[in-house]
């Protein structure tokens, strides 16, 4: 079948780099690497690998790193190393 569909998505470069070069080890393009997900997708009916809703726990968790809530700076990887070990 033809292609006649252009998809266009925007990534980070670092994961494109890094699928790219996995891709190129198993001998696929990413355009490949697409279209077999998608057609995974279709033989699915859905999302070929589990996706979980974080729990209460996990959301509490992002938010506060989203917020920075409870972050310590250290100056020195020294700084780092007494916190860590007291």
Same mark, same amino acid.
């Given at each position: 079948?033809?292609?006649?569909?252009?998809?266009?998505?925007? *990534? %980070?470069?670092?994961?494109?780099?890094?699928?790219? /070069?996995?891709?190129?080890? $198993?001998? $696929?393009?990413?355009?490949?690497? *697409?279209?077999?997900?998608?057609?995974?997708? *279709?033989?699915?009916?859905?999302?070929?690998?589990?996706?979980?809703?974080?729990?209460?726990?996990?959301?509490?968790?992002? /938010?506060?790193?989203?917020?920075?809530?409870?972050?310590?700076?250290?100056?020195? *990887?020294? %700084? $780092?190393?007494? %916190?860590? %070990?007291?």
């Amino acid at each position: 079948m033809p292609k006649t569909v252009m998809l266009s998505t925007r *990534v %980070e470069p670092k994961l494109k780099k890094n699928v790219d /070069e996995i891709f190129r080890k $198993l001998g $696929l393009t990413t355009s490949q690497a *697409v279209t077999m997900f998608f057609a995974t997708v *279709v033989n699915f009916k859905g999302i070929p690998f589990k996706i979980y809703i974080p729990n209460s726990v996990t959301k509490k968790a992002i /938010e506060d790193a989203r917020k920075k809530k409870g972050v310590k700076k250290f100056n020195t *990887v020294k %700084e $780092l190393m007494i %916190e860590l %070990e007291g």
